[in-house]
């Protein structure tokens, strides 16, 4: 799936890009870009009244993200052939510097792609972090509830874990209903996250054994060759000595 931010269906063809060097550098900071937007998703589930005396923190950090993307987008009008053209043409990177938390629908090609097989580390990565973010979001859902018991960003971690891991202490749990739909988003994770690894296992083990029950090529490639005539050639010599196995036999 190509970057929503970049227009060109097909980078290696861009007329706008003919020396390639903008399809290298949206190949080589792409993922590390939806990384970097996954991983501040809480910013975008938290209502800002929610942040208390985070509120700088949370403002620091929608201002840093901006400046990344905006660096991003400065990067790739300069690669491009068309500066000005290419800017204009590419609105939806000019909004993700105005509001960085929108970056994370178009990261969501990452969550696509860890879905393949042989992407396995990817997956866990992505799960990581979505797992991190929804712990963030409950404890600032969680610190000041009435009847809460998750106080600290400490005991929001320990409980996501906990509860993605379906292990479930019961020493820590949401009261609110947002944090409740959190929890819900965790449990989905850990389910997901064990069928997805049992399947790779799986699959490992069921790749192997069909490697060891069929010959490899330099195997197949040891083996002579073998013609019909020469096929043909061993048969009649079976069928001769047969014959005169028979023709020699005992009299009756």
Same mark, same amino acid.
């Given at each position: 799936m190509a970057d929503p931010t970049d227009s060109a269906q097909d980078p290696g063809v861009?007329?706008?890009?003919?020396?390639?060097?903008?399809? @290298?550098?949206?190949?080589?900071?792409?993922?590390?870009?939806?990384?970097?937007?996954?991983?501040?998703?809480?910013?975008?589930?938290?209502?800002?009244?929610?942040?208390? @005396?985070? @509120?700088?923190?949370?403002?620091?950090a929608r201002i840093t993200l901006s400046a990344v993307y905006a660096v991003d987008m400065y990067i790739r009008a300069r690669l491009a052939r068309r500066h000005w053209y290419y800017v204009r043409t590419h609105w939806l990177g000019l909004l993700v510097v105005v509001i960085p938390p929108v970056r994370v629908v178009f990261s969501l090609r990452l969550i696509r792609s860890v879905f393949r097989r042989g992407h396995?580390?990817?997956?866990?990565?992505?799960?990581?972090?979505?797992?991190?973010?929804?712990?963030?979001?409950? !404890?600032?859902?969680?610190?000041?509830?009435?009847?809460?018991?998750?106080?600290?960003?400490?005991?929001?971690?320990?409980?996501?874990?906990?509860?993605?891991?379906?292990?479930? !202490?019961?020493? !820590? !749990?949401?009261?609110?209903?947002?944090?409740?739909?959190? @929890?819900?988003?965790?449990?989905?994770?850990?389910?997901?996250?064990?069928?997805?690894?049992?399947?790779q296992v799986a699959s490992s083990f069921v790749d192997q054994a069909s490697r060891r029950r069929s010959p490899t090529i330099e195997e197949r490639s040891e083996l002579p060759d073998v013609t019909l005539a020469e096929l043909a050639e061993r048969l009649a010599r079976i069928e001769e000595m047969l014959s005169r196995s028979q023709r020699s036999g005992p009299n009756p």
């Open positions: 861009d007329p706008d890009d003919p020396s390639g060097r903008l399809a @290298s550098y949206l190949a080589r900071t792409q993922t590390a870009l939806d990384i970097l937007a996954l991983l501040t998703l809480w910013i975008v589930v938290v209502p800002p009244g929610d942040f208390g @005396s985070w @509120s700088s923190e949370a403002i620091a396995l580390e990817r997956f866990l990565i992505v799960a990581l972090l979505l797992v991190v973010n929804s712990a963030v979001a409950v !404890y600032f859902y969680e610190r000041h509830a009435a009847g809460s018991n998750i106080h600290t960003l400490g005991d929001s971690l320990w409980w996501a874990m906990v509860t993605v891991t379906t292990v479930g !202490y019961g020493d !820590y !749990y949401p009261v609110t209903v947002l944090g409740r739909v959190a @929890s819900l988003f965790i449990m989905a994770t850990g389910i997901l996250t064990l069928a997805v690894v049992t399947a």
